[in-house]
């Protein structure tokens, strides 16, 4: 009966970066947006990047994006990945400017391009972290 | 005229190996204090003429390794008026030089020890797994990056992608580099290695396959500066360091400001260049940082060696192999000569001895100028330094 457990390494959030994984929990991929010059940011800091003001808020995204570049990773990240490979690991431009990582969601890991778009999809690992993962977003 | 206190590397030394290993075994603070003796005793000096340290290392963290300067200064008995912990990953020893030059320039110091150990293959080799979940990399470990290779495959496809560079191409960097190590006695890898036989070797992250990747040794090194005057009475013709200059852009990969240019690295080959008043075209021989093949076409680009996105072309036809017209990486590199992690001290002890004329088969015929450029973190830090005869 009992569920096989998440053997995989899980994020430790921080007072920084808990409303992000709080807002994947509730299924939003959240970003912090500047309230003085407008501009969104990732990862969370303190201070703006862009102009340094600390007057920012997290606002929800669109969850869509392209990818900015990609790898198949043939070797799993140590023992916790070794039976997933091969999987995809991407740097996603979002749509709001900002690049994160994650992984392409894929039954077809060949249909993976540098610019392919895509969009944001939750995966519930634990009762505690959804891991946002990207689906490719195939051309009608 | 040289200026009295232009900063000179005076004494160099690196660890025998064999087979990537320390024979014997060694922890990483005995593999630095031989290493440190066998530099001094190279220029004519003792340990009690040390008043400078610089160290960098991955060893013993959080602590000792967190303040590596004070550990070693305490185990080799020292009491340093200059120290300097800095690190930035693989590039950290040249950003030393530069450091203990404006330190000798300064009179902080007269006689600078910078020094680097690793047990890394006989301490269980580097993982592609088990990293921290916190700080940055609670964005990247719980998606199964494999570090840190994946970090450069993410970078060479995009390069592939805005330019057209081929796997080949890579591999190319791969092969010479090879042909170097068939010529260094102290080469791990010295097995014939074609262009083919690295694309046919495991992908590892796609599009690195194993042989574009770094070995994975032991290893430690090295390096004594002081003054131009001091060096005058010293044993070993002194190497000058004639410009430095270092850059940092990121952390973590995906915060790179753009992944098919090296901008660390073009800020800081700049600043050498200008420091020393010459450019690219004047380098009888470079060391560059080959983490994996993908590191040494960024960095090509970077330093002005070929224009953005030609590092593929450049590197055809073994144009940096021995007997090729870019003599590059004449040890074997870290791709076949020796990898401990922290790869940056075996670029300008290489650097050296070829200055020095001191590298039998593999030497460079009349090199009188060097260019030693060292990338540290997932290609998030650079440091040039120019080299050449005093």
Same mark, same amino acid.
């Given at each position: 009966?009992?569920?096989?457990?998440?053997?995989?390494?899980?994020?430790? !959030?921080?007072?920084?970066?808990?409303?992000?994984?709080?807002?994947?929990?509730?299924?939003?991929?959240?970003?912090?947006?500047?309230?003085?010059?407008?501009?969104y940011?990732?990862? !969370?800091?303190?201070?703006?990047?862009?102009?340094?003001?600390?007057n920012?808020?997290?606002v929800?995204?669109s969850?869509?994006?392209?990818?900015?570049?990609?790898?198949?990773?043939?070797?799993?990240?140590?023992?916790?990945?070794?039976?997933?490979?091969?999987?995809?690991?991407?740097?996603?431009?979002l749509?709001?400017?900002?690049r994160?990582?994650?992984?392409?969601v894929?039954?077809?890991?060949?249909?993976?391009?540098?610019?392919?778009?895509v969009?944001?999809?939750?995966?519930?690992?634990?009762?505690?972290?959804?891991?946002?993962k990207?689906t490719l977003?195939?051309?009608? | 005229?040289?200026?009295r206190?232009?900063?000179?590397i005076?004494?160099i030394a690196?660890?025998?190996?064999?087979?990537?290993?320390?024979p014997g075994?060694?922890?990483?603070?005995?593999?630095?204090?031989?290493?440190?003796?066998?530099?001094?005793?190279?220029?004519?000096?003792?340990m009690?003429?040390?008043?400078?340290?610089?160290?960098?290392g991955?060893?013993?963290?959080p602590?000792?390794?967190?303040?590596?300067?004070?550990?070693?200064?305490?185990?080799?008995?020292?009491?340093?008026?200059?120290?300097?912990?800095?690190?930035?990953?693989?590039?950290?020893?040249?950003m030393?030089?530069?450091?203990?030059?404006?330190?000798?320039?300064?009179?902080?110091?007269?006689?600078?020890?910078?020094?680097?150990?690793?047990?890394?293959?006989?301490?269980?080799?580097r993982?592609?797994g088990?990293?921290p979940? $916190?700080?940055?990399?609670?964005?990247?470990?719980? $998606?199964?990056?494999?570090?840190?290779?994946?970090?450069?495959?993410?970078?060479?496809?995009?390069?592939?992608?805005?330019y057209?560079?081929?796997?080949?191409?890579?591999?190319?960097?791969?092969?010479?580099?090879?042909? $170097?190590?068939?010529?260094?006695?102290?080469?791990?890898?010295?097995?014939?290695?074609?262009?083919?036989?690295?694309?046919?070797?495991?992908?590892?992250?796609d599009?690195?396959h194993?042989?574009?990747?770094?070995?994975?040794?032991?290893g430690?090194?090295?390096?004594?500066?002081?003054?131009?005057?001091?060096?005058r009475?010293?044993?070993?013709?002194?190497?000058?360091?004639?410009?430095?200059?270092?850059?940092?852009?990121?952390?973590s990969?995906p915060?790179m400001p753009?992944l098919?240019?090296?901008?660390?690295?073009?800020?800081?080959?700049?600043?050498?260049?200008?420091?020393?008043?010459m450019?690219?075209?004047?380098?009888?021989?470079?060391?560059?940082?080959?983490?994996?093949t993908?590191?040494?076409?960024?960095?090509?680009?970077?330093?002005?060696?070929?224009?953005?996105?030609e590092?593929?072309?450049?590197?055809?036809?073994?144009?940096?192999?021995?007997?090729?017209?870019?003599?590059?990486?004449?040890?074997?590199?870290g791709?076949?000569?020796?990898?401990?992690?922290?790869?940056?001290?075996?670029?300008?002890?290489?650097?050296?001895?070829?200055?020095?004329?001191?590298?039998?088969?593999?030497?460079?015929?009349?090199?009188?100028l060097?260019?030693?450029?060292?990338?540290?973190?997932?290609?998030?830090?650079?440091?040039?330094?120019?080299?050449?005869?005093?």
């Amino acid at each position: 009966m009992s569920e096989k457990p998440y053997g995989k390494p899980l994020p430790m !959030p921080d007072l920084e970066t808990q409303p992000f994984w709080d807002g994947a929990r509730a299924g939003r991929l959240r970003l912090p947006k500047c309230n003085d010059c407008g501009q969104y940011h990732f990862l !969370p800091r303190a201070l703006c990047p862009h102009c340094r003001s600390e007057n920012w808020t997290w606002v929800d995204a669109s969850g869509d994006g392209v990818i900015y570049s990609f790898t198949i990773a043939h070797r799993g990240a140590g023992p916790a990945f070794k039976d997933d490979a091969p999987y995809a690991i991407a740097i996603i431009e979002l749509a709001e400017g900002p690049r994160m990582m994650s992984n392409i969601v894929t039954d077809d890991l060949s249909r993976i391009a540098v610019d392919g778009a895509v969009r944001v999809t939750f995966d519930a690992v634990t009762d505690d972290i959804t891991l946002p993962k990207f689906t490719l977003v195939e051309a009608a | 005229m040289t200026p009295r206190n232009r900063a000179c590397i005076v004494g160099i030394a690196d660890t025998p190996l064999e087979k990537g290993r320390v024979p014997g075994g060694a922890t990483v603070m005995q593999i630095q204090a031989r290493a440190a003796r066998d530099a001094l005793a190279e220029a004519g000096l003792g340990m009690d003429d040390v008043d400078g340290l610089l160290v960098a290392g991955s060893w013993g963290m959080p602590r000792p390794g967190s303040m590596s300067a004070l550990a070693m200064a305490e185990y080799l008995n020292l009491q340093p008026r200059y120290l300097d912990n800095t690190n930035a990953g693989g590039s950290s020893f040249e950003m030393h030089v530069g450091h203990a030059a404006m330190a000798l320039e300064a009179g902080a110091c007269e006689v600078a020890l910078i020094l680097y150990g690793s047990d890394q293959r006989s301490g269980g080799g580097r993982s592609l797994g088990g990293r921290p979940n $916190w700080f940055d990399l609670q964005f990247e470990t719980p $998606w199964g990056m494999p570090a840190p290779v994946g970090a450069y495959a993410l970078a060479a496809r995009r390069h592939m992608h805005e330019y057209g560079t081929t796997a080949e191409q890579l591999a190319e960097v791969a092969v010479a580099t090879r042909q $170097w190590a068939r010529l260094n006695p102290a080469a791990m890898m010295r097995e014939p290695m074609s262009v083919a036989d690295v694309l046919a070797s495991p992908m590892i992250a796609d599009p690195l396959h194993l042989f574009d990747c770094c070995l994975v040794t032991d290893g430690g090194g090295a390096i004594v500066m002081t003054t131009a005057e001091r060096a005058r009475d010293l044993a070993k013709r002194p190497v000058a360091v004639r410009g430095y200059g270092e850059c940092a852009t990121h952390l973590s990969i995906p915060e790179m400001p753009d992944l098919a240019r090296l901008t660390c690295a073009e800020r800081a080959g700049a600043e050498a260049y200008r420091k020393a008043g010459m450019g690219p075209r004047d380098m009888d021989v470079v060391e560059i940082y080959d983490s994996f093949t993908i590191t040494v076409l960024l960095s090509l680009e970077a330093l002005g060696f070929c224009a953005p996105g030609e590092g593929g072309a450049f590197v055809a036809n073994q144009r940096t192999a021995p007997g090729g017209d870019f003599p590059m990486n004449t040890n074997g590199g870290g791709l076949s000569y020796a990898h401990p992690g922290m790869y940056g001290i075996f670029l300008l002890i290489e650097a050296v001895r070829q200055l020095r004329g001191e590298c039998g088969d593999r030497q460079v015929v009349d090199a009188e100028l060097a260019l030693v450029h060292g990338t540290g973190g997932t290609l998030s830090s650079g440091a040039t330094v120019i080299l050449s005869r005093e």
